[in-house]
């Protein structure tokens, strides 16, 4: 299962999956909306670049993420993320670790 990549062809200067990661990435960092998705590539433009290794030094600008955005089927997206994590996401259950919920709520400040 592949998402489509609603972009024209021509003139692409990034792959769908890197866009879609850094979405993911900044997402899962408290960063909501294209300006602000936009201010987290901004913000770790150099470790993206380094990490991902993305060529000639570009990251998604502010209008290439909205643009991918605004095109996206988020529920395929979902189902696509869910089977990814499912395959390299798995922990060996003797490394799970029980939490209750109540404990942490009473522990006060």
Known sequence: MQI????????????????????????????????QLGRFVERH?????????IPFARVPSYSVIRRVMVNL??????????????HYGVIP???WISIDGKSLKNTGT
């Open 4 to 35: 489509p990549d609603h972009r024209d062809p021509h003139g692409l200067r990034h792959p769908l999956w890197l866009v879609l990661l850094i979405i993911i990435m900044g997402m899962m960092s408290g960063y909501w909306g294209y300006r």
């Open 45 to 53: 433009r150099r470790e993206l670049i380094n990490r991902l290794q």
């Open 73 to 86: 089927d988020y529920e395929e997206l979902q189902l696509v993320f869910n089977k990814w994590s499912k």
């Open 93 to 95: 259950s003797s490394e």
